[in-house]
């Protein structure tokens, strides 16, 4: 079946620090890849979305680009803040079948000042 | 509404009794899904709505778990006879047919002492 396995948490960085969040996936077929974030107290909100190959999703400095040669869709931001202190989910969604996501574990990021 | 709305935001209940968990999706979205995100797990898909029927209810746990959605609008999931692994953070989501993001809700925090 679908999995998604995400870089295993916490991450803690400074403030200004490169990020890379590692996600890695199964699945049959072409599916659609998401990175879903949830900041503290918060419900779960779509960050970003690729649905094809080569595809790049980008929201509020965040990038990740849709791999299928190594079956991967790394969360990266170049410069991150305090305010992007959160637990970052990544998601697939099969095209075959229903439209339900399967989710990673998550990774909570903290960036201190 | 604006957004999914979902009630209580907290329930604590005892060993044994049954609970209900309700999910107001927005409004005009067809599709509708219920998910367990539990301490340090990730999130667990438990069954996924089409309009009034559930084309896939792989993920509900056990037979203590049931949901139904009438008039295509609201949903409620009840937990049978509690126990206390059922204690987690439930999460609705809504989305139109066909539609790539999900809405989540802010979800029910439910304890079983």
């Known amino acids: 079946g679908d999995s998604v396995t995400q870089m295993e948490g916490p991450v803690t960085l400074s403030e200004e620090a490169f990020l890379t969040i590692n996600c890695t996936y199964t699945?049959?077929?072409?599916?659609?890849l998401f990175w879903y974030v949830q900041y503290p107290g918060e419900g779960l909100q779509l960050l970003l979305k690729?649905?094809?190959?080569?595809d790049k999703g980008s929201n509020k400095g965040f990038e990740a680009t849709y791999r299928k040669e190594t079956t991967s869709f790394h969360l990266e931001k170049g410069s991150v803040q305090v305010s992007d202190s959160a637990v970052y989910f990544c998601?697939?969604?099969?095209?075959?079948?229903?439209?339900?996501?399967?989710f990673g574990t998550g990774t909570r990021l903290t960036i201190i000042p | 509404g604006a957004g999914v709305s979902q009630s209580p935001s907290n329930k604590v209940t005892e060993k044994g009794k049954d609970v209900e968990l309700r999910c107001d999706p927005i409004?005009?979205?067809?599709?509708l899904y219920w998910y367990r995100q539990s301490l340090g797990q990730g999130l667990e898909f438990l069954i996924y709505?089409?309009?009034?029927?559930?084309?896939?209810k792989s993920g509900l746990p056990s037979d203590r778990f049931s949901a139904e959605r009438t008039g295509g609008s609201v949903s409620t999931l009840t937990i049978q006879r509690t126990q206390q692994e059922d204690s987690a953070v439930y999460l609705c989501?809504?989305?139109?047919?066909?539609?790539?993001?999900?809405?989540f809700g802010s979800g029910t925090r439910l304890t079983v002492v």
């Open positions: 989501a809504s989305s139109e047919e066909g539609g790539y993001g999900y809405t």
């Open positions: 699945a049959t077929g072409y599916p659609s």
């Open positions: 690729a649905t094809k190959a080569d």
């Open positions: 998601a697939l969604r099969s095209n075959f079948g229903n439209e339900k996501l399967t």
């Open positions: 409004s005009g979205h067809t599709a």
């Open positions: 709505f089409q309009g009034n029927s559930a084309p896939d």
